[in-house]
T-cell receptor, first 110, second 113 residues
Framework: DAKTTQPNSMESNEEEPVHLPCNHS???????IHWYRQLPSQGPEYVIH???SNVNNRMASLAIAEDRKSSTLILHRATLRDAAVYYC???????????FGDGTTLTVKP | DAGITQSPRYKITETGRQVTLMCHQT?????MFWYRQDLGHGLRLIYY???????DKGEVPDGYVVSRSKTENFPLTLESATRSQTSVYFC????????????FGQGTRLTVV
């Protein structure tokens, strides 16, 4: 299964943009790039996903490199409620298996 | 209530006992998943199911049994609980594979003493 690599932790100031990177150099052509976040004592929550093109939704933007070996989750204006562990995972379009890494712990400072 | 629910939310059991964690979803999603999350770590896939009566192993299936006789339910059984199975267990569901997002339950915190 393809793996992802993320920094262990990142810090941001409130109301500033945050760019969370993810490397997935062994991604296959059928893998979708998904991002989830997990608040303390809660289950993971879906943020965004994409295949090749950049994606935007009300929560965030996803920028995918042209070779698809890396991606970046962009939170346009971080709030204190965005403090969480962010997971980048690969979900194949033709199978159910997907693997979580240890994620990036985002700290947002007021 | 609509969504995905897990029960119980907390469970303490003794080593060697059998324990079943329940997962129920109301969307009729085809795919369902069980993950475990050890303290300070990410989620590891235990088992998943593509449809009723179709299940497959994930990364860490040893010591666990699943069944899926109905689309909406996906129970996870620890046949003989061990202390190493102390963890938080999350159930998830999705309409399909990577094309669609997954929805997670609130988790079951299991302690084996």
């Amino acid at each position: 299964d393809a793996k992802t690599t993320q920094p262990n932790s990142m810090e941001s100031n409130e109301e500033e943009p945050v760019h969370l990177p993810c490397n997935h150099s062994t991604i296959s052509g059928t893998d979708y790039i998904h991002w989830y976040r997990q608040l303390p004592s809660q289950g993971p929550e879906y943020v965004i996903h994409g295949l090749t093109s950049n994606v935007n939704n009300r929560m965030a933007s996803l920028a995918i490199a042209e070779d698809r070996k890396s991606s970046t989750l962009i939170l346009h204006r971080a709030t204190l409620r965005d403090a969480a562990v962010y997971y980048c995972i690969l979900r194949p379009s033709n199978a159910g298996k997907s693997t979580f890494g240890d994620g990036t712990t985002l700290t947002v400072k007021p | 209530d609509a969504g995905i629910t897990q029960s119980p939310r907390y469970k303490i059991t003794e080593t060697g006992r059998q324990v079943t964690l329940m997962c129920h979803q109301t969307w009729s999603h085809s795919y369902m998943f069980w993950y475990r999350q050890d303290l300070g770590h990410g989620l590891r896939l235990i088992y998943y199911s593509a449809a009723a009566d179709i299940t497959d192993k994930g990364e860490v299936p040893d010591g666990y049994v699943v069944s899926r006789s109905k689309t909406e339910n996906f129970p996870l059984t620890l046949e003989s609980a061990t202390r190493s199975q102390t963890s938080v267990y999350f159930c998830a569901s999705s309409v399909g594979t990577g094309v669609t997002e997954a929805f997670f339950g609130q988790g079951t915190r299991l302690t084996v003493v």
